[in-house]
């Protein structure tokens, strides 16, 4: 019985460590990098958790869709990405933590909502 609690919690154990990270998403306005309430309040969480987990990089990465104007595009998605980026740090984040990635714009699968985002992960560094 002993063994078979072991193993249980030795499993349990491994169960959470594998966990893939959250991803938090904060969503844009059409053709905005401006955080609204509900962006600010999802940023305002990652640094909290971000507080939680002082080893942990956090990963931002900025969407657009594809338009007519694709470096207009691109730009879009660095300046949404910066906007968290400095909102979290803002909000406490040290900006060694913070890796920024810009994504190329897309509208796969007709996504047009779906890429004016920021994505953002705590990941083991």
């Known amino acids: 019985m002993r063994r078979l609690i072991s193993v249980a919690c030795l499993s349990l154990l491994a ?4 966990q893939a990270p959250r991803k938090y998403v904060v969503f844009f306005s059409n053709q905005s ?5 509900a962006g600010l309040d999802v940023v305002a969480q990652v640094a909290q958790e971000a507080d939680k987990h002082p080893s942990r990089i956090v990963r931002v990465e900025g ?3 594809a338009g ?3 470096s207009a595009d691109a730009l879009l998605a660095i300046q949404r990405a910066k906007a968290v980026t ?5 909000d406490g984040v040290r900006s060694d933590r913070i890796v920024e990635t810009p994504r190329a714009p897309s509208n ?3 996504m047009v909502v779906g890429s004016r985002r920021v994505e953002i992960e705590l990941t083991s560094p």
């Not at 169960?15 to 594998?18: G, L, N, P, S, V």
């Not at 400095?86 to 803002?90: E, H, P, S, V």
């Open 108 to 110: 796969m699968e007709g």
């Open 68 to 70: 007519k104007d694709l």
């Open 63 to 65: 969407y657009a869709s």
């Open 15 to 18: 169960a959470c460590a594998t």
């Open 86 to 90: 400095a909102k979290l740090q803002q």
């Open 33 to 37: 990098a401006e955080l609204d309430s």
